[in-house]
């Protein structure tokens, strides 16, 4: 019995938000945006320090096992999904595994490999406490305090204080519509979900032996008999662990952050990141020149890009393909690979 504090960064998804930059073969987690480093390679750089390599484990597609591999060379443990079904089976999974590895007390941190996040000492800091309370039998989730009236995230809405910064959890909201989210910003309750959370192995066990027997089930058979995995994987529920698990949890709590937070969801979002002009125009490994133009988004692969008279517009450039659109219609991008997909030339092109 350890109480070994363990990271599990998910790398799951197909980044369709970043195209033409990301394709189904190089999602956003595996991009360098804003960075010398890719953003799961800066989700493990953080971890320094407090959690080493070998208690590290990545959650991945088969088809990105690679990628990972070769950007992350110091992990060892990589679980490769043999098809997507979600987070509750890819946490769960990684769950079951360490448990295997270090017990039932074991501690993990669940981490999404492409958010940005800074300065990582806080970051650290967060996830010491949120490990001091896990291992009290609590699930710990990190709430971002809005900014805006977003309606991108789904929202926490806080319960009483237990401590500083620290709250009971009445309730995970949806994704609201704008009124909503104004009345949230408003209110003063509710935070974003982060989509990390701190918890014991025994802890999540325990919930998806009682929300999920049969992925929990499905899971035992997987550890016990890697052989199992391929036929055993297709059985196992897909659904999110925030619908299967959080939502229903006995104890949950939430942890304010206090670090600077984006998921990097798009375009529009990954400007912050970019150098600016003083005309506010995001640049990122593009070489830019702007008449009459006004925060723009600019990013390529070193060609030059020239805009004139044109405000608030994103101009992605990479390769053969180039996008243009409105900041305002950044959400939509992944509309547009699939009008790609639909006409038969696919994420790739």
Not at 306 to 311: E, N, P, Q, T
Request: aromatic share 6%; with cysteine; hydrophobic share 45%.
């Amino acid at each position: 019995m350890s109480g070994l504090l363990y990271a599990v960064v998910l790398a799951g998804g197909s980044g369709t938000r970043f195209w033409p930059r990301s394709r189904a073969a190089l999602p956003k987690q595996f991009l360098k945006i804003g960075s010398e480093r890719t953003l799961i390679q800066q989700t493990v750089d953080r971890l320094e320090g407090l959690v080493p390599a070998e208690r590290i484990l990545v959650v991945t597609g088969e088809k990105h096992r690679r990628l990972v591999e070769e950007q992350l060379p110091q992990v060892r443990h990589v679980l490769a999904e043999p098809l997507p079904r979600d987070t509750a089976a890819a946490i769960g999974w990684a769950t079951w595994t360490i448990a295997k590895e270090a017990g039932d007390d074991a501690i993990l941190a669940v981490l999404p490999s492409d958010h940005a996040i800074d300065p990582a000492e806080k970051l650290r800091l967060g996830l010491a406490r949120a490990y001091e309370r896990a291992k009290l039998g609590a699930i710990v989730t990190f709430g971002i305090p809005p900014t805006s009236p977003s309606t991108a995230y789904g929202y926490i809405r806080k319960g009483a204080q237990i401590a500083p910064a620290l709250h009971s959890v009445e309730a995970f909201e949806e994704k609201p519509d704008l009124a909503r989210a104004q009345a949230f910003l408003a209110g003063k309750k509710h935070a974003w979900n982060s989509g990390m959370f701190v918890f014991s192995a025994a802890t999540l066990k325990d919930e998806m032996k009682r929300s999920l027997p049969k992925t929990a089930a499905g899971l035992d058979l997987i550890v016990n008999d890697p052989a199992l995995l391929p036929r055993a994987w297709s059985g196992l529920e897909k659904i999110s662990i925030d619908y299967a698990v959080l939502e229903k949890a006995k104890k949950i709590e939430m942890l304010e952050a206090d670090f600077g937070w984006s998921d990097v969801g798009s375009w529009n979002a990954a400007a912050e990141l970019f150098k600016k002009d003083e005309a506010g125009n995001a640049t990122d490994k593009a070489r830019f020149v702007g008449v009459d133009a006004k925060r723009c988004v600019i990013a390529g692969d070193g060609r030059l890009v020239g805009i004139v008279g044109l405000d608030d517009v994103i101009v992605i450039q990479q390769g053969d393909a180039v996008l243009v659109c409105r900041r305002d219609r950044a959400e939509d991008v992944k509309k547009l690979v699939q009008e790609l997909e639909r006409r038969g030339l696919g994420a790739e092109t």
